[in-house]
């Protein structure tokens, strides 16, 4: 196999950069940099989510867990109305959406009914204390959220919702 043009001999003596060599390094490490920075961003929003999640189960009640409000809006919303589909939405262990389920069924948040379709299943509904709860949490939420980004132009938000989208691909 034959080197290419491109890389240096490999005789331990350092090869001779090839002119405009050291911008294309330079835009590497800005671009590193960059998206050092990308990541850094993302490391703090995730955690704010996290934070907006723990403040909306609180909401919906004292005791309930981050992972429960999911699961929670996953039933509210029509979503997902069975344990597989909230584990596949959620990408989380059967164990773990079980004791939250289990949970919501005791503090009056969910109950579990005939399938209307197939009456040998049963599926999860939200009572409606959960539908009201969720509702008030969601507000809050939405009422935060919508505070920060008024402060931005529409063609920014629009830009944004580009780029979100694009990353998300």
């Keep these: 196999m034959s080197a290419s043009t491109d890389e240096p001999a490999r005789t331990g003596a350092p090869a001779a950069a090839p002119e405009g060599a050291g911008s294309a390094e330079s835009a590497s490490t800005e671009l590193d940099q960059a998206i050092s920075r990308v990541e850094h961003e993302l490391g703090r929003l995730f955690a704010r989510i996290r934070v907006s999640w723990r403040e909306a189960a609180t909401t919906v009640h004292p005791d309930l867990q981050p992972l429960g409000y999911q699961v929670l809006t996953s039933i509210a919303s029509g979503k ?41 299943a049963r599926v999860l509904v939200a009572t409606e204390l959960a539908q009201e709860r969720v509702a008030l949490a969601r507000s809050r939420y939405e009422a935060r959220l919508g505070e920060r980004l008024r402060r931005w132009s529409a063609d920014d938000l629009d830009h944004f919702t580009e780029l979100l989208a694009a990353f998300g691909d």
């Design 80 to 120: 997902a109305t069975s344990a597989g589909a909230i584990i596949e939405r959620l990408q989380t262990d059967k164990s773990a959406v079980s004791r939250q389920v289990r949970q919501l069924e005791e503090l009056g948040l969910v109950e579990s009914v005939r399938d209307p379709d197939d009456r040998r």
